[in-house]
T-cell receptor
């Protein structure tokens, strides 16, 4: 089983729509969580961290359910510029080290006018 | 502010040829450095990471190697490329107290 699983999509939504992505992780020892965004043929860029109480950054809302080992990303009022692949990322620490990041394969989003 | 550079941006190499990709970081000291590969339609695969000069950990055995000759320089090499080495190679850095990683612009490698 992969450490991080995502629905690959693609999700095709009109401008202004609300879209949600889900992600599950396998290791309950995972300790921090992130969403990255990757544009076509570009490097991944950090979109937002995911906190246990849930957090919001403008039109983006991230939630974490540790009991279910489930992470979500909600995008409201979608813009054309939101078209990208969204990567779910989980950090697992090893002892006193920072640990390593595990990346999902990504969920592709296309927003159409 | 910190910046990360990679070169070349794109590379086309014949099978069996050597490879050297370079990554440098500016604006930080003693970063953790990472090499990832992203094959077409697949997720990011961690290849190597380094916590300091001369310290390299390999995550996946293959015909690639990495070196860290200076604090802010990370090099990915191969003596003989395979077709399966084609992909998008990404270097990333992480500060000593942070868990997030920041990626360079990547090198797109095509082995023919």
């Amino acid at each position: 089983r992969k450490e991080v699983e995502q629905d690959p999509g693609p999700f095709n939504v009109p401008e202004g729509a609300t879209v949600a992505f889900n992600c599950t992780y396998s290791n309950s020892a995972s300790q921090s969580f992130f969403w990255y965004r990757q544009d076509c043929r570009k490097e991944p860029k950090l979109l937002m961290s995911v906190y246990s109480s849930g957090n919001e950054d403008g039109r983006f809302t991230a939630q974490l359910n540790r009991a279910s080992q489930y992470i979500s990303l909600l995008i409201r009022d979608s813009k054309l510029s939101d078209s990208a692949t969204y990567l779910c990322v989980v950090n697992m620490r090893r002892g006193s080290t920072l640990g390593r990041l595990y990346f999902g394969r990504g969920t592709q989003l296309t927003v159409w006018p | 502010s910190q910046t990360i550079h990679q070169w070349p941006a794109t590379l086309v190499q014949p099978v069996g040829s050597p490879l050297s990709l370079e990554c440098t970081v500016e604006g930080t000291s003693n970063p953790n450095l990472y090499w990832y590969r992203q094959a077409a339609g697949r997720g990011l695969q961690l290849l190597f990471y380094s916590v300091g000069i001369g310290q390299i950990s390999s995550e996946v055995p293959q015909n690639l190697s990495a070196s860290r000759p200076q604090d802010r320089q990370f090099i990915l090499s191969s003596k003989k490329l395979l077709l399966s080495d084609s992909g998008f190679y990404l270097c990333a850095w992480r500060g000593a107290l942070k868990e997030t990683q920041y990626f360079g612009p990547g090198t797109r490698l095509l082995v023919l």
